[in-house]
């Protein structure tokens, strides 16, 4: 089938969906409101039940479900700096420590802080030297109160991009798209973007969630600026969801940004990564799609890039290393000896999270 594709998975969480750490009852209903999500795009029989759901998951848990029950080779974990819903930012840096630690071959690490923060640049520094960050996870809005406050990557965020470039860090992932909670999507644009990558050409920026939403001005951002880059987080439900919304916003990106500047990506645990790396390397444009649109053939090698080749290029893997690294380690050697468990079987309900 794909035997010799490397999957790499752009986006890898360990979320903490218990009640208990929501800051209100606004994140309370972020979290019912994730589930319906995860619920409705998750492949018949994947779907989190709500005991599954509505826990804290652990590093084990996120390593097992990517590395052991699914194909993923590798991937980048996203810390998350949603501190205005969550007391731990909700995928907590610390969790993504361990992931990384425990996987230094498979995976990356994207490290977060809180932008309203008065030493939040020196967090930013503290996690480049001691955590050894590959990147900062960012986002455009912070709501308490009732008040929504717009957090921009050329205004309120401008002093951690900079930070960021002074540091040497060369990746920033920026949450678009997608809003989270009562907040209007015109602050999940991605006007902020263009000027800021331009200004510092080093940086490479992730749109995440790319969606028919500001669809017209990613793939042209796409076009213009190299640094620039969709990650299709949140992107991948829709090949459940709406399939013919999928291949539509693949097809655009496809046409202006090309094969290179896509990253695959499941936000696992949102889904199980397995029945989406299959309906991606079973995907076809329809016949009508390529003859209105002028869409491409996707061709293995197009899969084989989006799946897991850009997203070793961006971040610096030698595919070739690898490749070798990955065929002869632990999780090799136990999917070798006891075969792939079946899709969120390892995760152990009883587990009291030790994580941070």
Known sequence: MYNDVLIGDGVMHAYNNEFANARSETGEQVLEDIHGLSTGASAPGTEHSEEQWFRDFTANDIEEASFLESDVDFGVYHSTPI?????????ALGKGVKVRDNNPER???????????????????????????DGFKMYPTFYRGGKVKPLRLDDDLLPLVEKAHELGIEHIGTHKVFPLGPVGQHHVDVGDVADIAAQYPDIKFELLHTDLAFLDEIKLMLSTHDNVYANLEFTTAFLYLQPKRFREILGELLMWGGPEKIIWATGVPLVHPQSYIEAMWDLEFTQEEREEYNY??????????????????????DTDELRSKVQSDKWAEQRAEEGRPKPWSTIEMDAVSADD
Request: charge should be negative.
């Open 83 to 91: 501190f205005d819903y969550f007391k731990d930012g909700y995928s």
């Open 107 to 133: 995976v990356k690490l994207l490290g977060c802080v809180d932008p309203l923060s008065s030493d939040a640049t020196d967090e930013m520094e503290r996690q480049v030297e001691e955590l050894d960050v």
């Open 296 to 317: 491409p053939e996707l061709t293995d090698d197009i899969k084989k890039k989006i799946l897991g080749e850009n997203l070793a290029e961006l971040y610096g893997w």
